[in-house]
């Protein structure tokens, strides 16, 4: 009986740790997102997420052909550099995430909003046939006392959004607010409850992106 116990409490546990795995992060940089495995034209691309790096893309959204692309630390000209590999599989879709570390570097608004016009029009004129979604820049908590680079110049980040707005209606592409989804309203900063170090997605967080970003995958 007492092993019988053991073996049910192993197999508990490691049923809790695989459920935490699906919503937990894992900051490291991967240099070779890019190169992993091909990209096909059924194929749903993620690029400069560094806020979900870790995600479980395909089982959290439910797709196959979702697939992240993304270098954690990453910039907008770190991606702009990286891009041919993306969008010489023509997927379907490539959602934007970029901006939060060009924060960091210390670029202004207008620099960042121009980096990321320029992969915009790379995408639009390397495969035609991909719709382009340009997500918003969320600001970082300052709870945690990490990121410093990025949370001193927070003021910036509802500037660079709505330039990104912008953009994306010249552009005629789909603009995703994820600002208004994750920010608490009285600090100016993303909800502590939606992650584990004031800027990468956990728990709560990857499931509010998901319910964020789900009818756009599906649209």
């Not at 409850?193 to 009818?215: A, F, R, S, V």
Request: net charge neutral.
């Amino acid at each position: 009986m007492k092993r019988l116990l053991f073996f049910v409490a192993v197999f508990y546990v490691s049923f809790l740790l695989a459920q935490e795995r699906k919503y937990s992060t894992f900051y490291y940089q991967r240099t070779s997102l890019f190169e992993e495995l091909p990209i096909e034209k059924e194929d749903i691309i993620f690029l400069g997420n560094s806020i979900t790096n870790g995600c479980e893309w395909a089982e959290l959204v439910g797709n196959p052909h979702v697939k992240n692309r993304g270098i954690s630390g990453d910039t907008s000209m770190g991606v702009y550099d990286r891009l041919e590999a993306v969008t010489k599989g023509s997927p379907s879709k490539i959602f934007l995430l970029i901006g939060t570390n060009d924060i960091a570097a210390g670029l202004s608004a207008d620099t960042i909003a121009r980096n990321i016009e320029m992969i915009v029009d790379k995408i639009m004129k390397d495969t035609p046939s991909t719709r382009v979604y340009l997500q918003s820049i969320l600001p970082v908590s300052t709870y945690y006392g990490m990121f410093t680079g990025h949370t001193s110049r927070k003021e910036i980040i509802p500037v660079l959004n709505g330039k990104l707005r912008e953009l994306a209606l010249r552009k005629g592409i789909n603009y995703v607010d994820l600002y208004s989804r994750f920010v608490d309203p009285a600090t100016g900063e993303m909800n502590i409850g939606y992650t584990n170090d004031g800027l990468h997605l956990l728990g709560k967080g990857y499931k509010k992106w998901i319910e964020t970003i789900q009818p756009y995958i599906g649209q």
